[in-house]
T-cell receptor, first 115, second 114 residues
Framework: DQQVKQNSPSLSVQEGRISILNCDYT??????FLWYKKYPAEGPTFLIS?????DKNEDGRFTVFLNKSAKHLSLHIVPSQPGDSAVYFC??????????????FGTGTRLQVTL | DVKVTQSSRYLVKRTGEKVFLECVQD?????MFWYRQDPGLGLRLIYF???????EKGDIPEGYSVSREKKERFSLILESASTNQTSMYLC?????????????FGAGTRLSVL
């Protein structure tokens, strides 16, 4: 049962345009969401996060939007740069998993930013 | 900077071998995790530990065990490696506490079981 879904396996965007990566979830117990970025042959690195009590969080070129009623979040990258080409994972934390801070990850979206 | 180090980047093992994957973190994190990453399946949690000698099963623990004898070190053990355990293995660590959800990852170990 995939509780965190990234339905687009890949996305291609021109340099300078906006990249929008989407993530849907099914479990209403998720209270915190994170985006990770992964380059080939490297581990995922934390990018940006949002608490379920907010609907937007911004950090430079990266903005995450959360729509709790639709159980949907999105990552916007503006403007997109070639160095943004990577696999992006959405992850969610459940409030009932205690102090271990377990995360449930989506399947990832491969973003390619073209010149 | 948080540093999570996985002892091997690439490993090739034979079916039936016992395999040890080692992970060390230098930030005094209480929580440590082992995931595997497979195409189309994302990151799946194998085991995690929230303290020395404590461990809990994740979503796919079958065929694996773990050991945490020291706070900074978390080992993943494949008791008898099988070809379906060929995968990228990722170790992560995080601080204790519900609000500290950010996990920091190592570079990964690509394991091939022949």
């Amino acid at each position: 049962d995939q509780q965190v879904k990234q339905n687009s396996p890949s996305l291609s965007v021109q340099e300078g345009r906006i990249s929008i990566l989407n993530c849907d979830y099914t479990n209403s117990m998720f209270d915190y969401f994170l985006w990770y970025k992964k380059y080939p042959a490297e581990g995922p690195t934390f990018l940006i996060s949002i608490s379920s009590i907010k609907d937007k969080n911004e950090d430079g070129r990266f903005t995450v939007f959360l729509n709790k009623s639709a159980k949907h979040l999105s990552l916007h990258i503006v403007p997109s740069q070639p160095g943004d080409s990577a696999v992006y994972f959405c992850a969610a934390h459940r409030r009932d998993t205690g102090t271990a801070s377990k995360l449930t990850f989506g399947t990832g979206t491969r973003l390619q930013v073209t010149l | 900077d948080v540093k999570v180090t996985q002892s091997s980047r690439y490993l090739v093992k034979r079916t039936g071998e016992k395999v040890f994957l080692e992970c060390v973190q230098d930030m005094d994190h209480e929580n440590m995790f082992w995931y595997r990453q497979d195409p189309g399946l994302g990151l799946r949690l194998i085991y995690f530990s929230y303290d020395v000698k404590m461990k809990e099963k994740g979503d796919i623990p079958e065929g694996y065990s773990v050991s945490r004898e020291k706070k900074e070190r978390f080992s993943l053990i494949l008791e008898s490696a099988s070809t379906n355990q060929t995968s990228m293995y990722l170790c992560a660590s995080s601080l204790l506490g519900v609000s500290k959800n950010i996990q920091y990852f190592g570079a990964g170990t690509r394991l091939s079981v022949l």
